[in-house]
């Protein structure tokens, strides 16, 4: 009596599946490595990574998560650019025009605009995850510095977006960012002119915000989050503990390691391919289903909470920009009222400029300092003690300056206790 062939053994055995996967149902080590190595989404992983980068609480997933929210504001982006017309007679209009008339339209621009917000938080708080687990040590030095550019394109990101409105806080948000440009020395006033495209900000200064929040940023920021993946499978993967001197050598010296020097054809050679996939560390599983799995969980849960925020909460949209009615007081959104904070104490040049890139060359300097092998992969390293609290207490300082900023400025920047506020209402 012949066998019954199942409709899943059907589909994956037919001519279509195999000329677009290449492989069978990823049941088996050969197959689940195939997955990961002929997959072009798939294959910025290794086919096998350590364990612990499967334990939530050690990355808390928020490489990936940010990812994911660049991929949401990507995709809500491109639906957004449907409808909006960067002019300064029109662009307030597609804002109101989103929210009262397009299908769907409130829910994709709360969508782009709450996605943004998340990225900004979720890049920071990867650089100090990433900062107190060490993992900014040889040889990944490079991939950091990759990592601070990604952070400063993030907010630029961020900052350009939410001037496109072209409301109050987009109006004035170019101002003060103009003006902060021009206190720079000897090249200020030509990078303000450049950016506003004159000496005045009208059509020229949207139409040119538009273009790097669309185009060029875009571009820069997909090709540094490529050589980010690229790097992290070049330079061991997913940091952790140190391997053990019997992984070294399993890996090294083992019966089925390959010689370097030579090429090999390991779809020749299946035996060898086999005895790649099954001769690894105990320290390894397959990143197919293991990794994939927790990924895949990981993005809907984001995505759920994400709709959820975005459905009940609107993205702020305040008035229509005028040029004589100066807000009082303005404030930036959160990610800036550190920064704006520190310039009302001084200069937009000490607040804005100088204190910020001396904080970004101490970061980048950091792993060409502190290159000891010790603590690596470890949260909060005893090795380390003190360069994680120098740490912790400027990321402190810098959140008392946000919440300064949000609940203790009124009109003028004047200072005002928030339960001031609180008695009134």
Request: proline letters at 7%; glycine letters at 6%.
């Amino acid at each position: 009596m012949a066998k019954k062939v199942t409709l899943k053994e059907k589909l994956f055995n037919s001519r279509v599946w195999k000329s677009i996967i290449r492989h069978g149902y990823p049941d088996n080590p050969i197959d689940q490595s195939l997955t990961i190595t002929s997959n072009a989404f798939l294959h910025i992983h290794p086919v096998k990574v350590r364990k612990h980068a499967l334990n939530f609480f050690y990355t808390l997933g928020l490489g990936g998560i940010s990812f994911l929210f660049y991929l949401i504001t990507l995709v809500t982006g491109i639906f957004l650019m449907f409808y909006y017309i960067p002019s300064t007679e029109h662009a307030y209009h597609c804002m109101k025009d989103l929210e009262f008339v397009v299908f769907f339209g409130r829910m994709m621009r709360n969508m782009h605009r709450w996605a943004a917000h998340g990225m900004v938080a979720c890049v920071f708080l990867h650089m100090c995850r990433v900062f107190y687990t060490g993992s900014y040590k040889p040889p990944r030095e490079f991939n950091w510095i990759i990592g601070l550019i990604i952070l400063v394109i993030t907010i630029a990101f961020s900052y350009s977006g939410y001037l496109l409105p072209w409301d109050q806080l987009a109006y004035w948000g170019i101002n003060v960012g103009t003006e902060v440009a021009a206190s720079v020395p000897i090249l200020g006033k030509k990078i303000s002119f450049l950016l506003k495209g004159g000496n005045i900000i009208d059509q020229n200064a949207l139409i040119r915000f538009y273009v790097i929040h669309c185009i060029f940023l875009p571009v820069i920021f997909t090709g540094l989050i490529m050589v980010h993946f690229w790097r992290i499978r070049k330079d061991g993967g997913i940091s952790g503990p140190p391997l053990t001197e019997d992984d070294l050598k399993e890996r090294k010296e083992g019966p089925f390691a390959l010689n370097p020097a030579k090429t090999y054809n390991l779809m020749a050679m299946p035996e060898v391919k086999t005895n790649l996939v099954e001769k690894e560390p105990e320290d390894t599983v397959m990143t197919f289903p293991n990794l994939v799995k927790i990924e895949l969980n990981c993005a809907i849960l984001v995505t759920s909470i994400l709709l959820i925020i975005s459905y009940f909460f609107n993205a702020p949209l305040e008035e229509i920009a005028n040029p004589e009615l100066v807000p009082s007081p303005a404030k930036a959104p959160w990610y800036f009222l550190g920064l704006q904070e520190m310039i009302s104490w001084s200069t937009p040049f000490y607040g804005g400029v100088l204190y910020p890139t001396l904080v970004l060359l101490i970061l980048a300097a950091i792993p060409y300092f502190d290159r000891s092998p010790s603590g690596v992969g470890v949260w909060f390293a005893p090795e380390r003690r003190l360069i994680c609290t120098i740490f912790t207490l400027w990321v402190i300082f810098m959140g008392i300056l946000i919440f300064i900023g949000t609940y203790c400025r009124g009109p003028g920047w004047t200072w005002y206790w928030p339960w001031e506020e609180w008695v009134l209402h």
